[in-house]
């Protein structure tokens, strides 16, 4: 079942002091399938269990990152998430320049401006915060850029937004594209690997995740290079059920083949995704539209296959 977005309009945002502009981009209400950050001398405490990692996507369009910090295991104390993602910014086309750049909606925007209060929280905690990006109807995607000077010039957006937020890295997420759209290319063989290998160049120690879905999921090898060899995660993208990434090069510990929607796969469900994934020996657990509710009582059950615990929901 995919994730569901809402229309928001398109303005033009110029940060203060930022060395990039960025802009607001616009969701549509399509029906969706379904590590280093911490500020200087903040004190960070470690989230390191047995079980696994759990991660998290946060619609900031109407929640607050924040909450992913809310919860931890009973027994231990350690957070539930790993590793929060800001759900999401975009890439976008330029008509004039003919160029994909970096869109971020109003929502997202105040995250990432409100990093004191929705991102260095986390990372004091010792989680990790990812930045998710995903097209937009207009053309731009991973999958066509024609050379590898317009994939490093986006790779490098990427990048430096990663640096003057202090995030931990970025979140690929080969969605809504519409391939075509404003003259624009299909996909091709190289484009999808060369943006990953040119951020990962930017970006030698931070993450870089793959959100399994899309025809990226298709074009992972090109020039002797993989996908596989320079992301950290990938996970399944089809909420409510099993299935594991197809991505040669990583090993089970950096796989969610489980992924669950917090607001509509059943308590069953997430439970028997989770004994799947323990009992095949997968590391992460993929977990999507986390909201201010608290859903103790939901992640307990799962949270005891996994680590062997309850969770405690904090205010």
């Not at 079980?51 to 909450?67: D, F, H």
């Not at 003057?164 to 890295?169: F, S, T």
């Not at 990938?234 to 969610?256: D, E, R």
Request: a positive charge; one cysteine or more.
């Amino acid at each position: 079942m995919k994730k569901q977005f809402h229309i928001l309009r398109q303005s033009a945002l110029l940060l203060a002091g930022a060395a990039l502009t960025f802009a607001s981009c616009k969701k549509d209400n399509s029906v969706l399938k379904s590590e280093d950050g911490a500020s200087s001398g903040a004190k960070t405490e470690s989230v390191t269990k047995t079980g696994g990692k759990s991660v998290c996507y946060v619609e900031v369009n109407s929640n607050a990152l924040i909450n992913t910090g809310k919860y931890t295991l009973t027994t231990g104390g350690q957070q539930l998430f790993d590793i929060a993602i800001i759900f999401a910014a975009n890439i976008n086309y330029n008509t004039t320049t003919q160029q994909a750049y970096l869109f971020n909606n109003p929502q997202v925007t105040s995250t990432l401006v409100n990093k004191a209060t929705q991102i260095v929280p986390l990372q004091n905690k010792g989680m990790k915060v990812l930045l998710s990006i995903l097209g937009n109807h207009q053309g731009a995607g991973f999958c066509n850029f024609t050379s590898r000077t317009s994939a490093r010039a986006f790779a490098k957006q990427l990048s430096d937004t990663v640096a003057y937020y202090g995030l931990d890295g970025i979140d690929f997420d080969d969605e809504y594209a519409e391939y075509g759209n404003n003259g624009t290319g299909q996909p091709n063989d190289s484009s999808f690997v060369i943006l990953v290998d040119e951020l990962r160049k930017l970006m030698p120690s931070k993450i870089i995740s793959f959100y399994y879905y899309g025809p990226a999921a298709s074009r992972q090898s090109w020039g002797g290079k993989t996908v596989g060899s320079m992301v950290d995660y990938s996970w399944n993208a089809m909420y409510g059920t099993y299935s594991v990434p197809n991505v040669a090069g990583l090993s089970k510990s950096k796989l969610a083949p489980a992924a669950v929607d917090i607001q509509s796969t059943s308590v069953t469900t997430a439970k028997s995704l989770a004994t799947q994934t323990k009992n095949n020996g997968y590391g992460v657990y993929l977990w999507y539209n986390l909201t201010s509710t608290n859903k103790a009582s939901y992640f307990s059950p799962v949270a005891q296959i996994l680590y062997g615990s309850n969770v405690t929901y904090t205010p």
